[in-house]
C-alpha cells in the first residue's frame, strides 16, 4: 500500500466529456505517492464545509511536471456536490486525500486482459492501459454506454488501447455507436468467437459487474472488479460502504478494495 497524504490542490484544467460528465486536472501543493491503478482519492472544496463529506473519485491519470505532481479525475454529475468543479474559475482551491485503497493487480498481469468499462468506471481502467502500455502488456478496452452520446471520448479511449498493442471496442445498449448490447453481451460474444484473455479487469454499476462476476465463474477467466460504492470515510473507518462477501461476511470496499476479486463478493446478496 502506497502512502496517502491530505494535500492542498488547484484546478488547472477541465474539460466536458459528454452532456453529464466533465474531467478536471488538479496540481497538488507538495509530494504525493503514485498511486496503482486503480486506487481513489476523497475530494473536498478547500475552506468548505459543503458538502459535508468528501467525495470519492478513480484516478483517471496522474503525473509529475514541472510544477508538481497532478491528477486527472473524471465527474458524472448527480447533485450539488459533483456539479461543483464543473463551473468552479480556475485555480479553485481542493483538499484531496490518497492515493487509498487497493488497485489492479498490475505486478502479476502478463496479457492480454480485457478491460472493461461501463459509464463512468472509465477513468482507472484509463489508468490501467497506461501503466500496461508502459509495460509492454497488451489489452482490449469494451467501453459500454447506453447511447452514442454517453461514450466517453472514444477516440482517445481507441489510442490509448493502441498503446498496449490492443484494440478498442465500443458497445451502446441501442446500437447508436459500436457493437450494440450490453457491454457484458459484447465481451461474452467475442469470447465465444474464441477471444481469450488472461483476466478481465472492469469498473462499472454493480449490474454490470454481477454479470462479469457470472461470466468469469462460467468461463474460467479471471476478473478484479472496481466497485462504485458511497464513501464518507474513504480509509475504513465509517463502515459506510461494506459489501456482502461469501459465507455471511463483510468488506470494505475503501479499503480492501475498491478492486477485489469477483468471488471476493455475494453479488446474489448485493
Given at each position: 500500500m502506497v502512502p496517502r497524504t491530505d494535500r492542498s490542490a488547484v484546478l488547472i484544467a477541465r474539460r466536458q466529456l459528454t452532456p453529464g460528465t466533465y474531467a478536471v486536472r488538479f496540481q497538488l501543493e507538495g509530494p504525493f505517492s503514485a498511486p496503482r491503478p486503480g486506487q481513489f482519492v476523497m475530494l473536498a472544496i478547500e475552506g468548505s464545509d459543503l458538502p459535508f463529506w468528501r467525495r470519492a473519485y478513480s484516478i483517471a491519470g496522474f503525473g509529475e511536471g514541472i510544477d508538481g505532481p497532478w491528477l486527472e479525475l473524471m465527474i458524472k454529475i448527480v447533485g450539488p456536490g459533483t456539479a461543483h468543479w464543473r463551473t468552479a474559475p480556475m485555480e479553485s482551491r481542493a483538499r484531496i486525500l490518497g492515493p487509498l485503497g487497493r488497485g489492479f493487480p498490475v505486478e502479476e498481469a502478463t496479457g492480454p486482459i480485457a478491460m472493461v468499462a461501463g459509464?463512468?468506471?472509465?477513468?482507472?481502467?484509463?489508468?490501467?492501459?497506461?501503466?500496461l502500455a508502459s509495460l509492454g502488456i497488451s489489452c482490449d478496452l469494451y467501453l459500454g454506454a447506453a447511447t452514442a452520446d454517453e461514450l466517453i471520448e472514444p477516440e482517445s479511449c481507441a489510442r490509448a488501447v493502441a498503446e498496449t498493442?490492443?484494440?478498442?471496442?465500443a458497445c451502446t445498449d441501442d446500437g447508436s455507436a459500436g457493437e450494440e448490447g450490453l457491454v457484458t453481451e459484447v465481451l461474452g460474444r467475442h469470447l465465444d468467437s474464441g477471444e481469450a484473455y488472461e483476466a478481465i479487469w472492469a469498473c462499472g454499476p454493480n449490474p454490470m459487474l454481477?454479470?462479469?462476476a457470472r461470466l468469469s465463474a462460467k468461463r474460467g477467466v479471471p476478473a478484479w472488479l472496481s466497485m462504485e460504492e458511497r464513501m464518507a470515510c474513504g480509509v475504513g473507518v465509517c463502515l459506510g460502504c461494506?459489501?456482502?462477501a461469501p459465507g455471511g461476511e463483510h468488506v470494505r470496499v475503501c479499503t480492501?478494495?475498491?478492486v477485489l476479486p469477483a468471488a471476493a463478493i455475494d453479488w446474489e446478496a448485493l
Open positions: 459509464g463512468i468506471g472509465l477513468p482507472p481502467l484509463l489508468h490501467a492501459m497506461a501503466e498493442g490492443g484494440r478498442f471496442f454481477r454479470a462479469l461494506i459489501a456482502p480492501e478494495g475498491p
